[in-house]
Structure formats: structure tokens, C-alpha cells
């Protein structure tokens, strides 16, 4: 079975501070996956990273794959209110079937 | 990206009853998953539903209990059956749209 654990588990933070979501495993992935959920919403998608070592931007947020595709981070730089949500990592087995795999989930809470 | 809605979006059901769960999605996609989730947790798969064949359940999840229908490419239904509150969950169904996957808002369910 494969685990995608991250850390931490609930995050509060103030305004304007920067932070870093893990997200571990074990196992290898084809791909991984960042979303984000707000309260009484689905999950939606923030950025898919593919090859080992990949680092994508998305204005204050940076993705990070690890060279071995077994783990990745989120570092949100200068985070606002509206970055408040629980982010889940996903990862897509190398086995195929397009099936995700998803985190144990990071509450972030950004307070004025 | 495509675009989900679900309903009923909430319901309180008395157990030993059934209720089942409508996904409806904008454009035609050959995938479609039904997630379970607990507020603020991660999401667990239950099974993956492709148009045409039997639905695949995952370890722990069985047809008896969640009957699944995917009568075309733009729909699908998940029925809980013989309710218990330990089914009390928020339920979402995604599709794969280009190889990423798209939520729908869920649907929450409290069985009392």
C-alpha cells in the first residue's frame, strides 16, 4: 500500500510569513499532484510535477519534486488569508490506472 | 478543465436506508472516481467507474454496499446502501480530464 505523509498536520501562521508543506513516501510516483480544498468545496488541482528534481512556481507558491520521486514540498512565500485551506498532495502510481494516492493532509491557517 | 456539480450537495438519512449520490460533468470523460472523505482529512478512493464496464472497488469497499451506475460519458451515481453513521462522510466524485483530475464540490452526508 502506498503512504503519502505529510507535515505538518495543522499550521497557523500570521500574515506575511513564509512556510513549507512535506510530502513523503516510500514509493515512487509517475507524477504528483498539490491541491487545495476550502470548506464545503471539492479539492482543486494547483500544479502536477512529473520528473525528479522539477521545481514549478505558481506566483507565491513553489513546487518541488524530489530528485527520487518519492517526496515533494510546497513553500508558500508571504502567505495571505486567502492561501487558508487543507493542502493535499496526490501521487499517481507508476503502475498506471490513473489512480491517485492522496496525503494525509496540511491545514494551513493564515491569520491577519 | 471540466466542471462537476453533484447533488444532493448535503442530506440527513436515517439508517438502514439508501441514498444515492448524482455526478454530472460538462464534457464527455472516459474516468470517474468516488472519493469518501472526513472534514478536514485526506480522501480515500472507493472505486474507479469507467462507461461500459463494471465499476473497480477498492480494498474495503464491496458493490453490495455502493453500487455504482455509469450509464454515459457524462454521468454517474454512487448509492450508499443500508446506511449506518459510521457512513456519515462528505463523498466526492472527479473525473480525469487530460490527465488531471477534477473534483466536484461533494456531497455531505450525516446518517443519524
Known amino acids: 500500500t502506498q503512504l503519502l505523509e505529510q507535515s505538518p498536520q495543522f499550521l497557523s501562521i500570521q500574515e506575511g510569513e513564509n512556510l513549507t508543506v512535506y510530502c513523503n513516501s516510500s514509493s515512487v510516483f509517475s507524477s504528483l499532484q498539490w491541491y487545495r480544498q476550502e470548506p464545503g468545496e471539492g479539492p482543486v488541482l494547483l500544479v502536477t510535477v512529473v520528473t525528479g528534481g522539477e521545481v514549478k512556481k505558481l506566483k507565491r507558491l513553489t513546487f518541488q519534486f524530489g530528485d527520487a520521486r518519492k517526496d515533494s514540498s510546497l513553500h508558500i512565500t508571504a502567505a495571505q488569508p486567502g492561501d487558508t485551506g487543507l493542502y493535499l498532495c496526490?501521487?499517481?502510481?507508476?503502475?498506471?490506472?490513473?489512480?491517485?494516492?492522496f496525503g494525509t493532509g496540511t491545514q494551513l491557517k493564515v491569520e491577519l | 478543465s471540466a466542471v462537476i456539480s453533484q447533488k444532493p450537495s448535503r442530506d440527513i438519512c436515517q439508517r438502514g436506508t439508501s441514498l444515492t449520490i448524482q455526478c454530472q460533468v460538462d464534457?464527455?470523460?472516459?474516468?470517474m472516481f468516488w472519493y469518501r472523505q472526513q472534514p478536514g482529512q485526506s480522501l480515500t478512493l472507493i472505486a474507479t467507474?469507467?462507461?461500459?464496464?463494471?465499476?473497480?472497488?477498492e480494498s474495503g469497499f464491496v458493490i453490495d454496499k455502493f453500487p455504482i451506475s455509469r450509464p454515459n460519458l457524462t454521468f454517474s451515481t454512487l448509492t450508499v446502501s443500508n446506511m449506518s453513521p459510521e457512513d456519515s462522510s462528505i463523498y466526492l466524485c472527479?473525473?480525469?480530464?487530460?490527465?488531471?483530475?477534477?473534483f466536484g464540490p461533494g456531497t455531505r452526508l450525516t446518517v443519524t
Open positions: 467507474a469507467n462507461q461500459g464496464s463494471e465499476a473497480t472497488y
Open positions: 464534457s464527455q470523460v472516459t474516468m
Open positions: 496526490a501521487g499517481e502510481s507508476t503502475g498506471g490506472g490513473n489512480k491517485l494516492t
Open positions: 472527479s473525473v480525469e480530464d487530460v490527465y488531471e483530475q477534477y
